[in-house]
């Protein structure tokens, strides 16, 4: 069974630092495009950040506008997993995060991915 797990969630305050991890098992995902997509009640789930497979051990990374400079998404686990560091957290940050595994393009769509995680909660005080 192929699965995507998130973990690290959790309240904290404006300012403050968090980082949400992401494990994948029942397949290789070392190839695939990784990333991170989040929602809020009533809104469409939005691109928040990806790694993608470069070939040779290399990964690109890849960031929405209103996280570039304070988010870092990393691979883990011989490309089998990815990390989120989450810095100077905003309340707009306030939102269910998703992890997404897929194989196509662009990597900004949900429609681009065929497994995700089951979401976790990140909610950012002010």
């Known amino acids: 069974q192929v699965q995507l797990v998130e973990s690290g969630g959790g309240l904290v305050q404006a300012g403050d630092s968090l980082r949400l991890s992401c494990a994948g098992s029942g397949r290789t995902f070392s190839t695939y495009v990784m990333a991170w997509f989040r929602q809020v009640p009533g809104k469409e789930r939005e691109f928040v950040a990806a790694?993608?497979?470069?070939?040779?051990?290399?990964?690109?990374?890849y960031y929405a506008d209103s996280v570039q400079g304070r988010f870092t998404i990393s691979r883990a686990n011989a490309g089998n997993a990815v990390d989120m560091q989450m810095e100077r957290l905003k309340p707009e940050d306030t939102a269910v995060y998703y992890c997404?595994?897929?194989?196509?393009?662009?990597?900004?769509?949900?429609?681009?991915?065929?497994?995700w995680g089951q979401g976790i909660q990140v909610t950012v005080s002010s």
């Open positions: 790694n993608t497979w470069g070939g040779r051990k290399t990964y690109y990374k």
């Open positions: 997404a595994a897929g194989v196509r393009r662009p990597f900004e769509i949900p429609h681009s991915y065929d497994y």
